[in-house]
């Protein structure tokens, strides 16, 4: 499986912005999906998960009520939209493919990974 994440960019406070990440084939029907973020010098963390159906999602506390999370099985494309964006939002974006069929904010579960894009927000 190969994911290719894309829709980063340059916001501002406040601005929003839409990821997205295609699947080169089928994931999996019973797979659930999932964000991470990595900043410079921190390590990779959850941002959002998807349940496999997706009827089930996760969010960071730190994202709740601004992202949200949806997938496309259809044309097998996960989304984030971020809305209300904030300086601390500034990373790379890293999309997953989780070995758990529920929506999962370990780090461990998750076993497929795209590139990555990076989202940048100014004050």
């Known amino acids: 499986v190969q994911l290719q994440a894309s829709g980063g960019g340059l916001a501002q406070t406040g601005d929003s912005l839409r990821l997205s990440c295609a699947a080169s084939?089928?994931?999996?029907?019973?797979?659930?999906l999932g964000w991470f973020r990595q900043a410079p010098g921190k390590e990779r963390e959850f941002v959002a998960s998807?349940?496999?159906?997706?009827?089930?999602?996760s969010y960071a506390d730190s994202v709740k009520g601004r992202f949200t999370i949806s997938r496309d099985s259809a044309s097998d494309t996960l989304y984030l939209q971020m809305d209300s964006l904030k300086p601390e939002d500034t990373a790379v974006y890293y999309c997953?493919?989780?070995?758990?069929?529920?929506?999962?904010?370990?780090?461990?579960?998750?076993?497929?990974w795209g590139q990555g894009t990076q989202v940048t927000v100014s004050s």
């Open positions: 997953g493919v989780s070995r758990s069929s529920t929506a999962t904010s370990r780090l461990e579960y998750y076993r497929y």
């Open positions: 084939k089928r994931t999996g029907s019973n797979n659930a």
């Open positions: 998807v349940g496999w159906r997706g009827l089930t999602t």
